[in-house]
């Protein structure tokens, strides 16, 4: 029997192998847009717009930057790619991803270690830098429940932790048209890959 397909054709014209996946097939234009149309918690949220990854991982970018705000750009941009195998593997709840098994954590991570490299950070990152940005996640998980996907206070705080209100004082949540954020998710990459050089 021939095998089946693993790989996945891109915008951009790559063919990038999920199994296997290798830095030169990935590009950021097609994880912006990929990210832009995955809408997180299922699509379960108030608001004309999906609540997209691409978003997501804006706040979560910005979240790490006030955590740790002497964290050099590689981090931060490490922060803004926390989620970038979802382009390609879309964004499975935590309980889905407990039921699927360890299968999926293996495809994500080496995901992850080939955007990392094709955008210059090591392949896995330092653990200070990861608890970091795992708490800025919790925190917009934390905002995310509470403002648009119908959680009550007290279910967020059990789920993800009451953050610290210093810590998301003057942020919003922000719904708007995939093309937006895709814009505004690529401009940011460009912001700090330019911070690195």
Known sequence: MPQPRAWQKMLSGRRLDLLDPTPVDIEIEDIAHGLSFVARWNGQTLGDFPYS????????????????????????????????????IGDL???????????????????????????????????????QIKRADRISAWMEATRIAGFTEAEANRFFGRPRPEL??????????????????????????AEMT
Do not use: C, Q
């Open 93 to 131: 709840i935590s309980p889905v991803k407990a039921a699927v098994g360890p299968g999926y954590g293996e495809m994500e991570k080496r995901l992850s270690a080939a955007i990392h490299l094709r955008f210059g950070l090591p392949a896995a990152l330092p653990d200070r830098v990861k608890r």
């Open 168 to 193: 998301i004082d003057g942020l919003s949540i922000t719904l708007r048209p995939p093309v937006e954020t895709r814009a505004a998710y690529t401009a940011r990459h460009a912001a700090l890959m």
């Open 53 to 88: 990854v691409a978003e997501h991982s804006l706040l979560v970018e910005t979240l790490h930057a006030r955590i740790a705000p002497a964290s050099p750009p590689k981090w931060r941009l490490a922060a803004l790619l926390h989620d970038a195998p979802e382009y390609v």
